[in-house]
C-alpha cells in the first residue's frame, strides 16, 4: 500500500520561505500527475500546484510567482517551494494525486505565517 509523507512545514514570518517534502513508501510519482492541497481551518481544501508526469505545472491563482512544485526524480519525491509567505497561506498542506485519491491522504503538515 502507498503510504505518502509530507514534511517541511513550520512556523515562518511573513515574507519568509519554506520547502514542503512530499515522499512515496514506493516509486510512485515518476508515474503520476501530483498535486499539492491546503486546508485551511473552516476553509475547504483547494488544489495549490499540480504537476504533471512529464513535468507540466499548474497554480492556484493566489501563488502564482510564489509557489513553485517539481519533482526529484533521483529522491522520488514532489517539493513544493514556497517563498514570499503571506498569513493567508497558513493551512495544513497535503500531497496527493490530481485529482485526489481518497486512499493516499496523508497527515499533511502545517504551514504557519505570522504577520
Known amino acids: 500500500q502507498v503510504r505518502l509523507v509530507e514534511s517541511g512545514g513550520g512556523l515562518v514570518q511573513a515574507g519568509g520561505s519554506l520547502t514542503l517534502s512530499c515522499a512515496a513508501s514506493?516509486?510512485?510519482?515518476?508515474?503520476?500527475?501530483m498535486g499539492w492541497y491546503r486546508q485551511a481551518p473552516g476553509n475547504q481544501q483547494e488544489l495549490v500546484a499540480e504537476?504533471?508526469?512529464?513535468?507540466?505545472?499548474k497554480y492556484l491563482d493566489s501563488v502564482k510567482g510564489r509557489f513553485t512544485i517539481y519533482r526529484d526524480s533521483a529522491k522520488d519525491t514532489v517539493t513544493l517551494r514556497m517563498t514570499n509567505l503571506k498569513p493567508e497561506d497558513t493551512a495544513v498542506y497535503y500531497c496527493?494525486?490530481?485529482?485526489?485519491?481518497?486512499?493516499?491522504w496523508g497527515q499533511g503538515t502545517q504551514v504557519t505565517v505570522s504577520s
Open positions: 496527493n494525486l490530481s485529482p485526489p485519491d481518497g486512499r493516499y
Open positions: 514506493v516509486t510512485f510519482f515518476s508515474l503520476n500527475h
Open positions: 504537476i504533471t508526469e512529464s513535468g507540466r505545472s
